[in-house]
């Protein structure tokens, strides 16, 4: 068959300016699909828009696309308007919103709705007969209905070594534009899935029962050998937290001769208490560590389930600067927030001296516990604004003077003389591009409160 795999647009485009990742779930789906010889394309619609174009080219008999919860009502309006160029299109949805709430997809233009890992449910899928008996006998999946979705039973994370490759071939004419902040261009690799955490704002350790998933390194050096970017992001949902595996992955990237550089998630307590890890991964490549600091208050990590202290920030810091690895710092604004909460959080990221810092809203995402037991609280149910800016819990200050605060942390936190060495990584053209994109997106965030 012919199979077009849909990347939707992005709910905010102009984040597509600060990262732009590969599609790699699709890259997965892709390569299980040619080992049935189905004649694959990628549709990246954050670089081609034209998805009526690629569909009249391509011609194409079925359709998945995948999406996070911002990105809900694009997928249903896509699914529609495909419908409409081809009443017979088969119609596929999956993704990580299609994970976690998949009644989300209840849609008449939506044949299936994918649970979990695709790779092997699309390729039983597109054997099976389009009959509804046929296709709930397949695990991980639902079907649409005037009464609600119809569920299969569910089908088990597998071994990701069972897992083909991903195809980058199909996305072989974009490779050049993947990149996040100055790493361009930058191939995404999966080396674990799930994460031994169990941080109550976080759905990924829940979506694998608690699981946590890894592939035998030898696998993952097999599979970077065949990347041909020098730039290397480990998507994984927390990279370095098996310690043993790490330090033996480090050691067959250094016995095989690859040269790249890489970045990463990794918490607190993790560099804390390894930091000759780091250091090992310091020697083979590793540039720079996404870390979720979060907060500045221990009672506030602890309500979280997060499992760090503000001790353990600070040596994590200490570290990370003394072995020249850039630390990505990210922390959680709380809706509950007063206004001396802000000065605190703006004096300790001030304190930590972080050359890197980011500020997003905790956003209670389908699928985690904060959802779950603050649902009744919801401010909206817009998906568009589930995107970690927009305050979807009561806040203690009036919206606007949030917005005004929040703007606040990201132009005082991070003093400008510490940004500038990291500034002049994107070269002279891409800073002013970046000082500029960071003006617009200060003034949105800023008039944020009229969003809903």
């Not at 040619?34 to 690629?54: F, K, M, Q, S, Y």
């Not at 980011?358 to 149910?381: D, I, K, N, R, W």
């Amino acid at each position: 068959m012919r199979v077009l795999l849909i990347q939707p647009p992005s709910c905010h485009p102009e984040s597509d300016q600060l990262f732009l990742f590969e599609p790699l779930a699709l890259e997965y789906l892709g390569a299980g699909l040619n080992l049935d010889d189905h004649e694959v394309e990628i549709l990246d619609a954050r670089l081609e828009p034209d998805i009526d174009g690629a569909f009249h080219r391509f011609r194409p008999e079925v359709v998945g696309v995948t999406g996070y919860t911002s990105q809900v009502n694009i997928v249903k309006t896509l699914a529609a308007r495909l419908k409409d160029l081809d009443p017979d299109l088969f119609v596929i949805v999956g993704g990580h919103h299609a994970t976690v709430r998949p009644e989300d997809f209840n849609d008449p233009a939506i044949d299936v709705v994918v649970i979990g890992e695709g790779v092997f449910t699309l390729r039983d899928i597109l054997r099976a007969p389009r009959k509804s008996d046929a296709l709930l006998a397949i695990r991980g999946l639902a079907l649409p209905g005037a009464e609600g979705l119809h569920f299969g039973a569910p089908r088990p994370y597998t071994d990701l070594d069972e897992l083909p490759f991903p195809d980058r071939s199909l996305t072989l004419r974009h490779r050049h534009q993947y990149f996040s902040e100055w790493f361009k261009p930058l191939a995404s690799v999966r080396t674990s899935l799930g994460c031994p955490a169990r941080c109550n704002f976080c759905a990924l350790w829940s979506i694998t029962g608690g699981r946590y998933l890894r592939r035998d390194p030898e696998a993952v050096v097999a599979e970077l050998r065949q990347v041909v970017e020098p730039n290397i992001f480990f998507c994984d949902d927390e990279s370095m937290c098996d310690v043993k595996r790490m330090d033996r992955l480090a050691d067959l990237i250094r016995e095989a001769g690859i040269k790249k550089k890489y970045f990463l998630y990794g918490r607190v307590d993790t560099i804390a208490n390894h930091p000759e890890l780091f250091a090992k991964w310091a020697k083979i490549g590793l540039v720079q560590v996404f870390v979720g600091m979060e907060d500045c208050s221990d009672a506030r990590l602890a309500a979280m389930n997060k499992h760090i202290t503000v001790a353990q920030q600070a040596e994590a810091v200490r570290i990370l600067d003394e072995l020249g690895i850039m630390m990505y710092a990210s922390y959680m604004v709380d809706p509950a927030y007063t206004r001396e909460d802000f000065r605190d959080l703006l004096a300790y990221v001030r304190r930590m001296r972080h050359k890197y810092a980011t500020f997003t809203v905790m956003t209670p995402l389908p699928g985690t516990q904060l959802y779950a037991e603050h649902e009744h609280e919801l401010l909206s149910h817009k998906p568009e604004l589930y995107d970690l800016v927009h305050a979807l819990l009561p806040t203690k200050l009036p919206l606007p003077d949030f917005y005004a605060e929040l703007a606040n942390l990201w132009v005082r936190a991070v003093p400008f003389y510490r940004i500038l060495p990291t500034l002049t990584r994107f070269g002279f053209r891409g800073m002013l591009h970046r000082i500029r994109l960071f003006g617009i997106i200060l003034a949105r965030l800023r008039a944020a409160y009229r969003d809903y």
